[in-house]
């Protein structure tokens, strides 16, 4: 038996564990110790499994991955066993954001099996995007904006008054916005794992809005030092900062409570 059997420990990648560099060797040896003494860990990304095996000389989830922002679960040999798909209005809703008064200039659209479709403001009306736009198998699309302050400001005036029947929009950066079904969010994605894997308690790290679900899905959530405000006001504890290894500091209070 080890101290940390029957915990699921769920962390975003980028703004938590990473921020764009080499992984913290505190974080990996902490999550070594965390899975050698029974502890379940994983990631939580708006990735494919695929991405993390670069890395899985440092770290290896051993359970199940959240992934394309909590619309599949899927072992790192990409098996899924969980998955929400957009709904047949998501075309509509694709080319009101890409309009041609709107502030976003490109989307990636992710499918089942594929790397994102990107598309600009011409070619989102192509015959070429109507084809992927109308599939029936999306997880969720991101449109991106300019990286500055006024860019990020108008995005959000012009999605003010906008209803997405059956997505929650939400940001995973701010100079962007997703769409993902009501069903998915990383949240729902847990909370299947969890039950999947027979966990009695989930702990879950995150440093922005497209994490908020997810924070408030654990039973410990913990939002990153230096994270958004709506992360912190759906978290119930705070870890370090990304720079100062989040996750290590996760475990590290973990180990002393229990």
């Known amino acids: ?14 703004g938590t564990l990473c921020d764009g560099g080499p992984l913290l060797q505190n974080n990996v040896e902490a999550i070594r110790y965390f899975q050698k003494n029974g502890g379940k860990f994983t990631l939580a990304s708006g990735r494919y499994a695929g991405h993390f095996k670069q890395f899985s000389k440092d770290i290896l989830p051993n359970t199940d991955l959240v992934c394309v922002g909590g619309s599949c679960v899927m072992s790192l040999d990409g098996e899924i066993f969980y998955e929400r798909f957009c709904n047949d209005r998501f075309e509509e809703y694709a080319k009101l954001l890409m309009k041609e008064a709107s502030p976003y200039e490109q989307v990636q659209v992710t ?16 015959p070429e995007a109507h084809e992927i736009l109308s599939q029936k198998t999306i997880y969720k699309a991101i449109f991106l904006t300019q990286m500055t302050r006024e860019a990020e400001l108008s995005a959000l005036d012009y999605l003010k008054p906008l209803f997405f029947e059956g997505y929650m929009p939400m940001r995973s950066f701010p100079f962007s916005v997703e769409l993902i079904p009501e069903t998915g969010g990383k949240g729902n ?5 969890a039950e999947k894997i027979g966990a009695r ?3 879950a790290v995150g440093d922005y809005e497209n994490d908020c679900d997810m924070l408030k899905a654990a039973d410990y959530g913990y ?23 989040a996750v290590a500091s996760v475990i590290e209070e973990l180990d002393r409570e229990l």
Request: hydrophobic share 50%.
């Open 189 to 193: 994605a847990v909370r299947f794992l």
């Open 1 to 14: 038996m080890g101290k940390f059997d029957g915990i699921l420990l769920c962390s975003d990648w980028d």
């Open 201 to 203: 308690l989930v702990v």
């Open 223 to 245: 939002a990153v030092t230096g994270g958004s405000p709506l992360a912190k006001a759906s978290a119930n504890r705070f870890a370090a900062s990304v720079k100062a290894g």
């Open 111 to 126: 499918l089942r099996g594929h790397d994102p479709f990107i598309f600009d403001k011409a070619t989102v009306l192509s």
